[in-house]
């Protein structure tokens, strides 16, 4: 039997924040205290027929709650298919709603890309010289988690531009390697946006555009971005994991709260 206190918690993942230089669509959060919480319940029940008003609420507070205006992408999230394209290798993309919870809970390996700068791209051979390090080969269901060290920018504009990003021949080998899910600690899976722009710019070439997520069109795999703590997790491999994103009808993501257990 599963007991929590045989575990350290480790978690993953960075919240919803309003206002944060980090995000160029920040969430909108309004917030009701408990005193408007009275007003509006009471006036929903006098909508459906009873006689109430905020002062008949012990202490005449209701409940308290927000109201969130913010796109799917904002905070840790998780990237369905569909987000790459509306089909994967000639078949409709699934929606975060219909992604298996066998993709989300099992292992992780953390792959440490600390050293790569900012705005270059992570090969299929960098990928093979650190799981060599690793001493880690990939199995079915592993999920492998970047480490670029960008989560310390979180709270700043250098967050939006420092750290590097996967190549899609790097993300076709993981996903062909049997990896469905894979994370990182930046804000982007890709490149950082300006340095995509500035290629596609000097070269016209559309490869040079998201090339990671688009990879997503022909091998079928989700990705976490905006992750956060990996350095706080005790080793590298065999690391039990659940990143169950929230069901979204019909969405292209989901917010998730990564969680890592580590035996005690």
Not at 170 to 190: Q, S
Request: glycine letters at 8%; aromatic letters at 10%.
């Amino acid at each position: 039997m599963f007991n929590p206190a045989n575990y350290k918690i480790i978690d993953l993942s960075i919240g919803l924040e309003e206002g944060v230089e980090s995000e160029p669509w920040p969430p909108k959060i309004e917030r009701f205290d408990h005193e408007q919480g009275a007003e509006l319940l009471a006036g929903n029940l006098r909508d459906n027929g009873f006689d109430i008003e905020a002062a008949d609420f012990p202490d005449s507070m209701g409940l308290g709650w927000e109201q969130i205006n913010a796109i799917t992408h904002t905070g840790t999230h998780m990237d369905a298919p569909s987000h790459y394209g509306p089909t994967v290798n000639g078949e409709t993309a699934m929606t975060i709603d219909d992604v298996p919870l066998e993709w989300v809970h099992g292992h992780a390996v953390v792959l440490d890309f600390q050293w790569k700068k900012p705005g270059k791209e992570i090969t299929t051979l960098d990928i093979k010289d650190q799981l060599a390090e690793t001493t880690h080969e990939l199995s079915d269901g592993d999920l492998v988690l970047l480490e670029t060290g960008a989560d310390e920018l979180w709270g700043t504009k250098e967050y939006l531009t420092e750290f590097p990003g996967m190549s899609a021949d790097a993300t076709k080998y993981l996903v062909n390697h049997g990896v469905r899910v894979i994370g990182t600690d930046a804000y982007g899976f890709d490149k950082p946006f300006t340095d995509m722009g500035a290629r596609y710019a000097e070269s016209g070439d559309d490869s040079e555009l998201w090339p990671a997520h688009f990879a997503g069109r022909d091998v079928e795999y989700c990705q976490i971005e905006k992750m956060a703590n990996l350095d706080e997790l005790p080793r590298r491999t065999e690391i039990p994991i659940v990143a169950q994103p929230i069901k979204i009808e019909d969405a292209s993501a989901g917010w998730v709260r990564p969680l890592a257990f580590i035996e005690q």
